[in-house]
Each structure stands twice: as structure tokens, then as C-alpha cells.
């Protein structure tokens, strides 16, 4: 059976909007994906039937708030296919992945190595370096192929006894390579390393099973997989969890206050300090649920259809190159280009003139644009969602662009 995406744009109300004049074509999902009816109507529910703060109170509203919110736990849960008590909701991935580098990074030493690659989202490499400044920790960078993909080949050598940590972009946000994991972990596991993915661009096209995966942290955004602003996931192996020291302290997180001395609570509550994102937390509960219920085989065959007809008409137009894989291949929905002689925000802003809105500039990833010379590409980023005339559209702006802007 084909994959009916009109009727998983219906779902979409943004999507059949006219504004300005013109219809939406929604090609950046890689830095904010849109919102189906089943998230808008589960937060809605939240803040016009149930709010209130969650965990402490014993009157009605508190315990539906509270209720609401453990079940979006047990959604991403089950997403993941892990445990709800694994499930830590921070402020997004880079939340995220901030809690690993001050949390997991209070057990390292000065003198252990962290594996990163040129490839990494600026999520994936600044709080490193901010740890590196605390702590004396070193930082090593896997280098990149000729076709945007990290070289794991070079991967044995980079590995060494004080390497603690293997921390990747599970799928880049510029290249849409995805990432070996086997062979990571496999190498990881030779010198006693730990696994991180950052998931951003993975996570919202279908769910995961991370024991399989076998890593050790998983982190994700809930703007990115169809979900509210504010909210995202951090995943980790109970036993570290465990181990890990709290990143903000306040309420909820604590076991016993003193004036003397405060004992903490046990993970997740031990990362969740404050009123969490309670709203977008229920959001994204309900949009992992909605994630879950779609045919991801079709969808992905699907995607990559929408990737191979963008391509195949990028390379139809002269002066015009792609960065990253040239096959369907081990790739997720994400293909970003230049076109000679033209700055990719002269191409964005041109295309936004026949509707389609793209992404343009180093997509927080200036190292990777370093490695090959460029001052940034333009980025078309695909959903389920989106269909041929996004595409054509997109197509039809790049060539007006290459006729007029050089």
C-alpha cells in the first residue's frame, strides 16, 4: 500500500494555509517541525482542563496535571523502547546534552578524552568545551569523508584507554548521513567507553529501540518531532543515571532539605528541578504517540522519494552542488546545496517568494562548513508530510534564483 500523505497533511492545519498570497511549503522540519491536530488538541486539554502544577498538590486539577504528565513520560517511553523512570524531560536536546556534560562530566577527570566529530550540531560540542574548561577533560574530533559522512574508519585510531565518552550526531543535521551505530559501540566498548547520540534529527522520523541501539545516553527535541517548544529528552542507562550528581537543584528533585545538607531524589526527579514543561511535556507525549501510529516503512520510502526527486532536479541546474551523500543510502530526509556565485540566504530568500520555506546558513555546524571551505549551504529538510509540490516548488525557486542572482 502507498503512503496516503494527504491524509497526514490533514492533520497539519498550517499546511493548508494560504499567507502572503501563497501556499505553505514547509521544507525546514530540521530546525522545527510542524504540529499535528493531536498535540494542539492534547496541550489544549492540558491548559483549559487540567492546569496545574504537577507532583505536590492533592486537589483534582493537580492530580490530572500530575497524571497527564507521567503518561506523556510513559509515551516517549515507550517511543524509545525503554523504561518511564529512564525518561528525563529537559528544556530540549541541548538541554539535554548540557545535563550529560556538567552531570556525567562531574565523574570524569582531568586527563580523560571525549570523542566528537567535525561533523557535530554546535549542541554537541560547546558543552564539551565548557567542560573541558572546568574540568581538564580533552576533546578529540573524528574527521569527516568527502561525502559528509563521519569516517569511522579513522575510528580505531582516535580511541584510546582514557577515552570515557563517544559523543555523535545520531543523524547530521546537514549532510542527513546516518551514523554506524554498531560499529560505534562496537569500538566504544573495546576501551570501556560510554555512547552518546544526539538524536534531534533522527528521532522524528519513527520510533527507536535504544537497548538494541546499545548506547548509553540518547538525547531529542520535542520541537523537531512534531511536538511543542521548550521540551525535550534525555535517555540513559538507569545504573548512570544513578550515578550522576543533580544539574540544577530546587524542588522536586530533593529527597530531604536541611540547613545543613540536602539528599536528593532518585532519577528521573533528580534532573527535573522546578516546574517542568508540563504542557509541552504532555505535547510531546502525544506527538510520540501519533509518531508511533504511523506506517514507518511507507513514510521513509516516502521521504526518500521526496530526497531522490530533489536531487535529481538540483543536479538539472547549473552551478549547483550537494554536500553530503549522493545516494539514498544510509540517509535520513535532510539535503543541503549551494548554488555557485549565489549566498544561500540570497537562495532562501528567493524561494520564500514561491512559498517554500528552507533553511539557510552553517545550521550551528561550523566546524563541518570549516572542513570544506564554505560559508554555508541552503537546506531543504523533509517530513511525512510533505509532498511532490513542495518539492516542484522548491525546484521552480532554485532555478528563478540561478537565472536571476548571478
Known amino acids: 500500500m502507498s503512503f496516503d500523505v494527504a491524509a497526514v497533511r490533514r492533520q497539519f492545519p498550517i499546511l493548508s494555509e494560504i499567507i502572503d498570497g501563497r501556499p505553505v511549503h514547509y521544507l525546514d522540519n530540521g530546525a522545527s517541525a ?8 492534547a496541550v489544549r486539554t492540558y491548559e483549559t482542563t487540567s492546569r496545574a502544577n504537577v507532583l505536590r498538590g492533592v486537589h483534582r486539577l493537580a492530580e490530572r ?18 523504561q518511564p523512570l529512564e525518561i528525563v524531560f529537559t528544556g530540549g536536546c541541548t538541554a539535554a546534552i548540557n545535563l550529560v556534560a556538567y552531570s556525567y562530566g562531574q565523574l570524569l577527570q582531568r586527563g580523560d578524552r571525549i570523542l566528537l566529530s567535525e561533523l557535530e550540531h554546535h549542541s554537541n560540542i560547546v558543552p564539551w568545551q565548557l567542560l573541558r574548561q572546568r574540568s581538564g577533560i580533552e576533546l578529540d574530533m573524528l574527521p569527516v569523508t568527502i561525502d559528509g559522512r563521519i569516517d569511522l574508519e579513522a575510528l580505531p585510531r582516535m580511541l584510546s584507554d582514557q577515552t570515557r565518552l563517544v559523543s555523535l550526531a545520531h543523524v547530521s543535521n546537514v549532510t542527513g548521513a546516518l551514523v554506524d551505530v554498531r560499529a560505534v559501540v562496537e569500538a566504544a566498548k573495546t576501551v570501556g567507553a560510554r555512547v552518546m547520540l544526539d538524536g534531534a534529527q533522527r528521532a522524528p522520523h519513527g520510533p527507536l529501540d535504544l537497548p538494541a541501539l546499545g548506547v548509553d545516553f540518547y538525547a531529542f527535541a520535542g520541537h523537531k518531532a512534531y511536538g511543542p517548544n521548550g521540551v525535550g529528552v534525555l535517555w540513559a542507562r538507569p545504573e548512570v543515571l544513578e550515578a550522576m550528581p543533580p544539574f540544577h537543584g530546587g524542588g522536586s528533585m530533593i ?14 526527579r533528580r534532573f527535573e528541578a522546578g516546574t517542568p514543561p508540563i504542557g509541552p511535556a504532555i505535547g510531546l507525549g502525544a506527538a510520540c504517540k501519533w509518531m508511533a501510529a504511523l506506517d514507518w516503512s511507507a513514510a521513509h520510502e516516502h521521504e526518500m522519494a521526496l530526497v531522490q ?7 538539472g541546474i547549473d552551478g549547483t552542488r550537494i554536500l553530503g551523500p549522493g545516494s539514498l543510502q544510509n540517509r535520513y530526509p535532510v539535503v543541503s546545496f549551494m548554488l555557485d556565485g549565489v549566498h544561500p540566504h540570497d537562495v532562501a ?14 545550521h550551528c555546524a561550523q566546524p563541518l562548513m570549516d572542513r570544506f571551505d564554505l560559508d554555508g549551504t541552503t537546506r531543504a529538510s523533509m517530513a511525512p508530510y510533505n509532498d511532490n509540490d513542495d518539492i516542484d516548488a522548491l525546484l521552480a525557486g532554485v532555478k528563478h534564483a540561478a537565472k536571476t542572482l548571478r
Not at 496535571?65 to 525503554?82: D, H, K, P, S
Not at 529527597?255 to 528521573?268: K, N
Not at 526527486?309 to 543536479?315: F, K, S, V, W
Open 349 to 362: 530568500q528567493t524561494v520564500d517568494a514561491f512559498g517554500v520555506a528552507v533553511r539557510a546558513g552553517h
Open 65 to 82: 496535571a500530575t497524571e497527564a504528565y507521567e503518561n506523556a513520560r510513559i509515551e516517549v517511553a515507550r517511543f524509545l523502547g525503554v
Open 34 to 41: 510542524q504540529a499535528p491536530l493531536a498535540v494542539l488538541d
Open 309 to 315: 526527486r530533489l536531487m535529481d532536479g538540483l543536479q
Open 255 to 268: 529527597d530531604r532539605v536541611t540547613l545543613a545538607e540536602t539528599t536528593w531524589a532518585p532519577p528521573p
